[in-house]
């Protein structure tokens, strides 16, 4: 079953670090596929098609790994709502709790 899936403005703001540094690093191109990339995982996510794990001690919040990034969101009947798109390399733990606490 399928549900529609957003993103918080902490989330946007990833997405838009992410694109603007793809664009500086590998060009436009490569830029918008990878966002393309993001997308389509957060809609396997919505679909219920992808394979996903839950943050230990958060048992609410679900993450998927897509190219260098890791996709945390929250799912609920009606919508998948992403709140960070995290690079592999960040202090993971850390950046989820300040999310997770209303913070960038």
């Known amino acids: 079953m399928s549900v529609s899936y957003r993103f918080t ?3 946007i703001e990833d997405l838009l670090s992410i694109w603007l540094y793809g664009d500086e690093r590998w060009g436009e191109d490569q830029a918008d596929r990878y966002q393309d990339e993001l997308h389509a995982a957060c809609q396997r996510i ?3 098609e992808a394979v996903t794990s839950v943050v230990e001690g958060k048992p609410d919040v679900r993450y998927l790994h897509c190219g260098r990034h890791f996709i945390f969101y929250v799912p609920s009947r ?3 709502v992403v709140i960070a798109v995290l690079h592999e390399r960040m ?5 989820l709790a300040k999310r ?3 913070g960038a």
């Open 46 to 48: 919505a679909d219920g």
């Open 78 to 80: 009606s919508e998948v």
């Open 9 to 11: 403005r902490d989330a």
């Open 91 to 95: 202090d993971l733990p850390a950046r």
């Open 100 to 102: 997770l606490k209303g």
